[in-house]
């Protein structure tokens, strides 16, 4: 009874959490969090995966309970098959995507190239078409096995208790396929190792990935107990795929916005308003010692920094350091205004040609070639649309 008790709350509680985090899901679909993970590829992931865990939670109760066979078992069997590859083939398609997308070849040239060729492939409509023609083959599998009697003897129920007819040899045809299962994961997920995309999907696959292997090595076939370990594994996805991008939605992202262009690269003023540029262009003074002044060329830029956060905030221990700092610089400004506009000239005459010669400045271009074709690329797929192309 308590056991009973146990796997109703359970599955109460996740159906308070699965329904609202899937209406979420199709009310934020246009946002770019979500729909640049293939927005319908993750709302069908996550209502197989809710499906799923009612179907494990369900047998559980049925263990429980000591009930026998009838004549739902075949149902059960067909749909228990369906869903599950319902929920595995998605996470497949997006590992295809993201490679298709994100892979950049070392030389850039977007002209004539696979992409442009099978642009079609990264598009909404194609990933349902292929997943729609793969369903129909896991229908058919799935309506075979429940069907024919002859197949019962290889491919039991198996969620009572003793069940006799978990055999050796089922065991073996289970692990089979399982193996083939979660290694095709992993080729998927290896082939991403390279890939080093914006939005984190990668990173968000190769965690699943790891989450379905790690609970295919602790299952145990004649323990009904395995299913727990199955339904802990869905909710930790349901997490991952679905209630993450949800999140992000609400979550302000600056690399969603700024987009660097070579053009910046060119001027000192639009380096200064960037994030990502700063940062480079730090490094790369810091590394360098002004023999002249005695000083890390990077004192200047701290000062012109300074100057910047003073317009927004002035402050009299902030315009006590600022003074000090253009003394110890030789400095001949009296305001902080004149400060700043005599730093900004030094940087741009003296130190910003250094900068555009440096490893950093070629690696900072390099970097910002690579982006402008991923958000080239992005900008023709389903990311931000159909991936239509007139």
């Given at each position: 009874m308590a056991s009973s008790l146990f796997v109703f709350l359970w599955l109460g509680f996740a159906s308070l959490i699965y329904i609202p985090v899937g209406i979420l899901l199709f009310l934020k679909a246009s946002k770019k969090a979500i729909k640049n993970r293939s927005s319908q590829m993750v709302i069908i992931t996550h209502w197989s995966n809710y499906i799923q865990c009612v179907i494990l939670i369900l047998t559980l109760y049925v263990s429980f309970s000591n009930m026998g066979p009838?004549?739902?078992?075949?149902?059960?069997?067909a749909v228990a098959i369906i869903v599950h590859y319902s929920m595995y083939f998605p996470f497949l398609l997006r590992?295809?995507?993201?490679?298709?997308i994100f892979k950049v070849d070392f030389n850039w040239d977007e002209e004539d190239n696979v992409f442009r060729k099978n642009i079609h492939r990264t598009s909404q409509k194609w990933l349902v078409k292929v997943y729609l023609y793969i369903l129909i083959v896991v229908v058919a599998a799935a309506s075979i096995i429940s069907s024919l009697d002859v197949i019962n003897e290889y491919f039991p129920i198996a969620y009572y208790d003793g069940n006799s007819e978990s055999s050796q040899r089922t065991e073996i045809i289970y692990l089979f396929v399982l193996f083939i299962e979660e290694m095709t994961f992993v080729i998927a997920v290896f082939n991403l190792r390279?890939?080093?995309d914006d939005f984190s999907m990668?990173?968000?696959l190769t965690l699943i990935c790891g989450l379905w292997i790690l609970t295919g090595l602790v299952s145990t076939f004649d323990d009904p107990y395995w299913r727990i370990e199955s339904v802990i594994r869905n909710h930790l996805i349901m997490v991952t795929s679905s209630i993450y991008p949800l999140w992000k939605t609400y979550e302000e992202q600056a690399s969603y916005e700024e987009a660097l262009t070579i053009e910046m690269l060119?001027?000192?003023e639009l380096i200064l308003q960037s994030k990502t540029t700063l940062e480079a262009f730090e490094k790369a003074l810091n590394s360098q010692q002004d023999n002249e002044l005695g000083i890390q060329s990077g004192e200047f830029l701290q000062l012109w920094i300074k100057c910047e956060l003073y317009?927004?905030?002035p402050e009299k221990e902030l315009e006590g350091e600022i003074r000090f700092g253009a003394s110890n610089l030789k400095l001949s400004g009296e305001t902080i205004s004149l400060i700043q506009e005599e730093v900004f000239g030094i940087l741009n005459v003296r130190y910003f040609p250094i900068f555009k010669n440096s490893q950093i400045y070629e690696d900072l271009m390099r970097d910002i070639t690579r982006q402008q074709i991923y958000y080239s690329r992005i900008m023709q797929t389903s990311l931000y649309g159909d991936?239509?192309?007139?």
């Open positions: 009838n004549e739902f078992d075949h149902i059960y069997r590992c295809y995507r993201v490679y298709f390279n890939v080093n990668s990173k968000e060119q001027s000192l317009r927004h905030s991936g239509v192309v007139s």
